[in-house]
């Protein structure tokens, strides 16, 4: 019976031991792209949460601005002192804020030229009451036009999160869009009732069109906040926001009210007017601090996540890159292991000493012939006779 001699072990070849090594090196790629392309979206968003930050304080700086302008043309439009104190402080303030971030926002240029209207508004032009409400109004477009500059420069208008998107257009547009307009309303109509007979039509008709443009951004305030209530996940902005909101929707409906010409007379009371405009100013500078908090909380909430996400980024590639890693160490050891014993086993083929190795099943090459009884014996037991075991 023949039995096959085994057959050689085959060496692995180059490629076969550096195919593991390349497919580790396969699948770190992709994943760096994964990892760096998930960093640099989350180093972006937190980057515009940041920037929205800046937006915030800015407008914070811009609402006290705009409710002492407010004040300060009613109180020239109606002929009362015009208490510079409030304004000018809110102005240094703002001055303040604009050269600590106005560069980043682009909005230093902007601010100039607002600062410098409300410095004109010292002139003596402010004493006379048409002209005090022209060149305050003047001024409070420009001070909005800075509104929607900062809102666009620090992102806030892109902002991704329904609830703190709605809020930032409530704070940054629709409210201040609408204390401005309800203070002219309220001097409009103060104008109106000392002009002569014959303005006074026009003047109606101006104020309808001033009472549309102070009703529609109230309303739109109204909308926004009750969107961001409704899809924000923050238990606490209800609370906090509702109430305030409540107040100022009755305020503004009041207005709504009186700001119509009257059935019997057919002319707008100013004094009811004018109450109804400061009650809703009242409510505004209440519900306008509320809304600034909580947009800037939100934006603290997201930054905080986002820098969550971002260590939880790193930990993730340095857990996948340590076991790739050591995956590649062993793939490598093995590779040692593998060339060392083959070493070893070449080394004991071609040594002298090792005798060949040979199957214990095959014949021996040349047969041994057969010797005759008697023949040539063994050397050792040449000296005995045949008898001697006898002896």
């Known amino acids: 019976m023949t039995v096959p001699a085994p057959r050689a072990r085959r060496r692995p070849s180059t490629l076969g031991r550096l195919l593991p090594l390349l497919l580790i090196g396969a699948l770190l790629a992709p994943l760096g792209l994964l990892v760096t392309s998930n960093w640099r979206q989350i180093t972006a968003d937190r980057d515009l949460a940041a920037r929205e930050r800046l937006g915030v304080q800015y407008l914070t700086a811009l609402a006290a601005v705009t409710d002492a302008l407010v004040e300060a043309q009613s109180n020239a439009v109606n002929g009362r002192p015009v208490a510079r104190e409030a304004l000018n402080r809110a102005v240094e303030n703002a001055a303040a804020v604009d050269a600590r971030i106005g560069g980043e926002l682009l909005s230093q240029e902007r601010w100039a030229g607002v600062r410098a209207k409300l410095e004109a508004l010292r002139g003596p032009s402010a004493a006379d009451p048409e002209a005090a409400y022209t060149a305050y109004s003047e001024a409070s477009d420009l001070l909005l036009a800075l509104h929607r500059k900062v809102r666009e420069s620090s992102g806030l208008v892109r902002d991704p999160e329904a609830d703190s998107f709605f809020l930032q257009d409530s704070v940054g547009q629709e409210l201040p869009e609408a204390v401005v307009a309800a203070g002219r309303v309220a001097d409009l109509g103060a104008l109106v009732a000392r002009r002569p007979a014959a303005d006074q039509p026009r003047g109606l008709m101006e104020l309808t069109g001033l009472r549309v443009s102070a009703l ?176």
């Open 216 to 391: 529609t951004p109230a309303a739109d305030l109204v909308d926004n906040l009750r969107s961001a209530v409704d899809g924000s996940e923050s238990t606490d902005l209800g609370a906090n926001v509702l109430t305030p909101l409540d107040t100022y929707q009755r305020s503004v409906e009041a207005l709504a009210a009186y700001s119509l010409p009257g059935k019997d007379t057919g002319v707008v009371n100013p004094g009811q007017l004018s109450a109804a405009a400061l009650n809703s100013h009242r409510s505004a500078r209440q519900l306008q601090p509320v809304i600034l908090n909580e947009l800037d909380g939100l934006l603290v909430e997201r930054i905080d996540r986002l820098n969550r996400d971002r260590w939880l980024t790193v930990g993730a590639a340095l857990a996948a890159g340590l076991l790739l890693s050591w995956l590649a160490a062993l793939l490598v050891a093995a590779g040692h292991r593998a060339r060392r014993r083959a070493a070893l086993a070449a080394t004991h083929a071609e040594g002298p000493d090792t005798p060949p190795h040979r199957d214990p099943w095959q014949p021996a090459d040349e047969p041994r012939a057969l010797q005759p009884a008697g023949s040539a014996r063994d050397p050792e037991t040449a000296q005995w006779g045949a008898f001697d075991a006898a002896r």
